[in-house]
């Protein structure tokens, strides 16, 4: 069994008897798992893409009036991007039911009006520019992507 399947079963696992129709998530870093999170539920499978850093339905995408949809994010650090595809789903008429994680790394910072479930609570320190601890200050920065 390959690790995505076993992911998606895991939080599929974690969100009890909830019920969607469709499985939403923002590109790049929910496709993989959102999509295969509406695999295993038999679920409809739309994403939003970034267009002048905002994200937007592209392609095609409508979300019906009163519409369940669960939102799957695969790292969630401070949530903007979670809160936009609430916001997205709420303009179209749809009804954003959960919002699924593979990680939450915000520490209890990031809020949703609706529920959410990770498998992994992770917190990292973060620090303002001007206070950054000299021996950090001193590794050089690296951008790996988005």
């Known amino acids: 069994m390959g690790a995505v399947t076993r992911l998606a079963e895991l939080l599929i696992g974690k969100l009890g008897h909830l019920s969607f129709k469709t499985v939403f998530a923002p590109a790049m870093g929910g496709l993989v798992i959102g999509q295969e ?12 893409e970034k267009e002048n850093n905002v994200l937007v339905l592209r ?5 019906a009036l009163g519409e369940p949809v669960l939102i799957v994010e695969d790292v969630v650090t401070r949530g903007g991007r979670v809160l936009e595809c609430i916001e997205i789903i709420r303009q179209a008429g749809g009804v954003p039911v959960s919002i699924a994680m593979l990680v939450d790394r915000s520490a209890g910072v990031a ?5 959410a479930v990770s498998l992994l609570e992770l917190s990292f320190p973060t620090y303002a520019a001007d206070k950054i601890p000299p021996e950090l200050a001193a590794l050089p920065i690296e951008k790996p992507g988005s």
């Not at 809020?111 to 529920?115: H, M, N, W």
């Open 37 to 48: 999170v509406a695999r295993q539920t038999g679920a409809r499978y739309i994403f939003a």
């Open 59 to 63: 392609r095609g995408f409508k979300i």
């Open 111 to 115: 809020r949703f009006d609706i529920p």
